[in-house]
């Protein structure tokens, strides 16, 4: 019994916090779906890393805030709809409800099927910026959450290797703690300039932070 109540005390605190968070408020005034945009946002402003014209490719993208925002950064005008001047495909093993000329793919990041349909649809473009907000469902165990935070970013630098131009950028979700030195060297090794990001609207008791490589070192061309 204790353990509901305490738990009962958890959820309406963080749904307490949830609705007086501003970040929320302005994703409802401005029509984002969720507040993760302004995280995207923040980097993309410090770093200047998504432009017209580009191909942009969201993984983890559901339930659609950065692909949003990346609609609304490759517009001529900043809208919502209307003309497009870049291409973005959005991949979720979740169902993500349409977004105006975003392709998106349902599956699984980490099987060689769904991998394939990403590639097919990119149809020989090279790409400017991956973007990934993946994470897998955290069981609480944290050396075995460790290993998957820590396997869906291999698998992103993986995919920027062989298909991000050579001064393209990827940028990763991941969390302090286990791993994340691992994955900082691993950036390092991949990328000419490494950046970690902690947004401003990444809440304070959260333990995520973005890390953003810059620049190829080197090509991946294993089975290109």
Known sequence: MKAKTKSKKVNKSWLNDHVNDPYVKLAQKEGFRARAAYKLKEIDEQLGLVKPGHVVVDLGCAPGAWSQYLRRRMSPDGAASGTLNGTIIGLDILHM???????????????????????????????????????????????????????????????????????????????????????????????KVVKPFKPKSSRDKSSETFLIGMGLKHRNLVNP
């Open 97 to 191: 409800e349409p977004i105006e000329d975003v392709t998106f793919l349902q599956g699984d990041f980490r099987e060689a099927e769904v991998l394939a349909q990403l590639e097919t649809a990119l149809n020989g473009r090279i790409v400017d910026v991956v973007v990934s907000d993946m994470a897998p469902n955290l069981s609480g165990i944290e050396s075995s959450d460790a290993m998957r935070i820590v396997h869906l970013v291999e698998l992103a630098v993986e995919f920027a290797q062989k298909h991000v131009k050579d001064d393209g950028a990827l940028v990763v979700k991941l969390f302090h703690g286990s791993g994340y030195s691992q994955l900082t060297q691993l950036f390092k090794d991949t990328f």
